[in-house]
């Protein structure tokens, strides 16, 4: 006969196992996080709701002992039970409501005598809970905040855009200039007192503009005044943009509001903004997506507007300090690949400071906000146009006796140098050499600097002598003859080749703007100085044997450090190299002889699958670390028109190449790179090698470069060439 039970077993066996309509998962259930170090488990299921009020889908809390009691969230109980039976060596099962011969057993747990269940508990009174009714839902991933559920944390959505090097105390700016205590004192108080007391001047603005000349101290006055501020509690954010030295992140607009955002949200006392961030990223995912005016309202205004008790903004902290603005390079559209151009820089600066300006507008935004940044035209009309009548201006001249604070610098640098040096003449180097000094930097701070690191790289004594033989220029014509003077004077002493007099210029040009700086996705972590050494040098040793002379220009980090980067001191020294008037047939080298030496390096790279001079043994992850940097050279991934040559993404290189690279082009393995190139996996020294990383297209046109290049060194027909073309693609 039949047992009489094997219905119901059947019943809760399917119970137990049926899935949510949202998707399947372990054991019928989803974990929540749980502050007290547990786990919530709310177990789905497809019966129908409890017709009594205020009954909920019943939870269990998993403890850290791996015990587990019940969770009723009810208001007016406890939400938490002693298990039935504390015998019981298994946990307590807990189901939802089943309907068994026309009577509901609302949360009744199994017992061993099936025969005898217990009574149902009574009705709780009714919640307010966020699953009061709730059938068939699955919950994932969820993140509790004062009493509000999120998908993700506040970090977790901000992470991925923010600017971490822009930071004025980020691990990128560890040796970034900084103004010594004795120098720019009275212009850093004037900018220290209008972000305290400003609100009380006769006409109050909310925003600041420090400008002078490349050189004249901006982005030290700027790291100081921000030092001060986070000292004295004012600091609110920061983002220092640079285009030649850090991430490629720092010299874009993309992560500029989200990363104010983050730094006004680390404030406790902006605790409520916090609160109100996460619900607009969590209302508006893609909002990073959006241009930078719909990002600085979601971000940053409609939180602001969202804090109900303005008193605790009284404290606040006060100051947003933005520097480098005129080294904002223009933005890659993400369009298709054939229609890629980049727009202006101008037009990316102009549109931050017309966000800054609505921002200042505002009346819940309560900072006030200081930019430092060269006079650019398009900066200094913005200022004069737009924003005339919300700004303060201030610029570096003869008003702050910038020559009283470079004597004070040279003062104080000097003595540390006879102290770690053993120079025991208190009087060393003199009154008329430090006047001298004085006059040759005709208010630039970037011209002493300079000097002190060139005489600190040799013998200070004689290094210095040196420097105060340079021929004495007029200002007048060039303003920045001095400094001119001094590049050429250190740069002359570069270990070059005699076959190659311009070879360490080609080599600055090639760090500096080498790069595409308008691909977003590449990772500039990987162009380090480890990929340089593969990339320029003919021999081990090289590079840092040719730039040794030039230390006091560029910092070559040691041969041991392989992930460190290449960083050049200041911009002014490719602003110098750029100029064919102030640097000379000696050092100037146009664009179409650097982009012809890239290129000849770029075949060599593609003959030898890898560095040149290949090492005799070449781990496998060394080898795709290079290649992976080698595809984000700007001759290469050819995003843009490259030196008004246009490209048609065959690889910009294949304009440029002499003569005898294209015949070496002729040899290298095109079958290999292709492979490669379209998302393969190749062997290499035995081991499987493959470059792509989160493309799924890979990089289809330098694989048609390199055989287009090929056809076209054997001279074979342009419709050919066009044919081989088409035939290149992603799905080959």
């Known amino acids: ?391 303060t201006d201030l610029f570096l001249d003869s008003k702050y006796d910038p020559d009283a604070d470079i004597k004070r610098f040279l003062e104080s640098k000097f003595a540390d140098i006879r102290r770690r040096t053993g120079i025991s003449s208190p009087l060393w180097p003199g009154e008329p050499a430090l006047n001298r000094l004085v006059e040759m930097s005709s208010g630039q701070f970037i011209v002493p600097a300079t000097i002190l690191r060139w005489v600190e790289a040799g013998f200070p004594q004689v290094q210095l002598s040196e420097v105060l033989k340079l021929e004495q220029r007029s200002t007048k014509i060039n303003p920045f003859a001095s400094l001119d003077a001094l590049y050429q004077h250190i740069l002359k002493r570069a270990h070059n080749p005699e076959d190659d007099p311009h070879l360490v210029v080609k080599w600055i040009l090639s760090i500096t703007s080498g790069i595409d700086p308008l691909v977003s996705d590449a990772d500039s972590s990987l162009h380090s100085v480890r990929f340089w050494r593969q990339f320029l040098e003919n021999a081990e040793g090289e590079f840092n044997y040719r730039l040794a002379p030039i230390t006091s220009l560029i910092a070559v980090p040691p041969p041991h450090e392989i992930s460190a980067a290449v960083t050049i001191y200041h911009k002014s020294l490719t602003d110098f190299l750029s100029d064919k008037r102030r640097c000379g047939d000696d050092f100037y080298v146009d664009q179409v002889s650097h982009n012809s030496f890239v290129a000849g390096r770029i075949i060599r790279v593609l003959k030898n699958k890898g560095p040149t001079p290949p090492p005799l043994s070449l781990p496998t992850a060394e080898q795709i670390d290079f290649l992976r940097a080698f595809v984000w050279l700007k001759l290469v991934v050819c995003t843009s028109d490259v030196d008004n040559v246009v490209c048609d993404h065959r690889g910009a290189f294949l304009n440029f190449l002499s003569e005898s690279s294209g015949e070496e082009l002729v040899s290298c393995d095109a079958t290999w790179w292709a492979c490669l190139l379209l998302g393969g996996t190749v062997q290499h020294g035995g081991e499987p090698l493959q470059l792509v990383n989160g493309r799924l297209d890979g990089f289809p046109d330098l694989a048609r470069g390199i055989y287009c290049g090929i056809h076209r060194a054997m001279k074979v027909s342009t419709f050919t060439i066009v044919v081989q073309r088409l035939m290149i693609s992603p799905t080959t």
Not at 156 to 183: F, M, V
Request: proline share 9%.
């Open 1 to 391: 006969m039949p047992s009489p039970f094997g219905g119901l077993s059947r019943k809760f066996k399917t119970l137990f196992q049926r899935h949510s309509r949202n998707g399947p998962s372990p054991a019928g259930h989803q974990n929540l996080d749980h502050s007290g170090g547990g786990e919530v488990e709310i177990i789905s299921s497809s019966s129908p709701p409890s017709m009594n009020p205020g009954l909920l889908p019943l939870a269990a809390i998993t403890t850290p002992t791996g015990s587990r009691v019940d969770l009723d969230r009810n208001e007016g109980h406890s939400g938490l039970q002693e298990p039935h039976d504390e015998a019981q060596s298994q946990p307590p099962v807990v189901h939802p409501s089943i309907n068994w011969g026309g009577h509901r057993m609302l949360g009744e747990r199994p017992r061993r005598d099936m025969l005898s269940p217990s009574p149902p508990p009574p009705p709780l009174a009714p919640s307010n809970s966020y699953f009061s009714n709730a059938r068939d839902f699955t919950v994932s991933n969820l993140n509790v905040n004062n009493g509000v559920a999120h998908a993700k944390t506040l970090f977790e959505y901000l992470n991925p855009h923010i600017a971490h090097g822009a930071a004025h105390n980020s691990d990128e700016r560890w040796n970034a200039p900084a103004c010594h205590e004795e120098t720019r004192v009275a212009i850093r108080e004037d900018i220290v007192s209008w972000i305290k007391h400003g609100e009380g001047d006769e006409d109050p603005k909310k925003i600041m503009w420090l400008s002078g000349p490349a050189g004249s101290g901006k982005s030290a006055i700027a790291g100081s005044v921000a030092e001060t501020c986070k000292g004295e509690g004012l600091l609110a954010a920061t983002f220092f943009f640079s285009s030649f030295a850090g991430a490629s992140e720092r010299s874009s607009k993309r992560g500029l509001v989200a990363t104010l955002a983050h730094h006004l949200s680390q404030h406790g006392i902006l605790h409520q903004y916090k609160t109100h961030l996460h619900a607009a990223v969590d209302r508006q995912p893609d909002i990073f997506r959006k241009n930078l005016r719909e990002q600085a309202s979601c971000l940053i205004l409609e939180p602001l507007r969202s804090i109900h008790d303005a008193g605790s903004m009284v404290d606040s902290p006060k100051a947003i300090i933005i520097d480098g603005l005129d080294e904002v390079i223009a933005a890659h559209k993400q369009v298709p690949m054939d229609q890629q151009a980049p727009g202006p820089s101008e037009d990316d600066q102009v549109e931050i400071l017309h966000v800054l300006l609505t921002l200042s507008k505002d009346p819940s935004f309560p900072f006030r906000i200081f930019i430092a940044s060269r006079p650019e035209r398009n900066i200094s009309d913005f200022f004069s146009t737009h924003a005339r009548d919300a700004t």
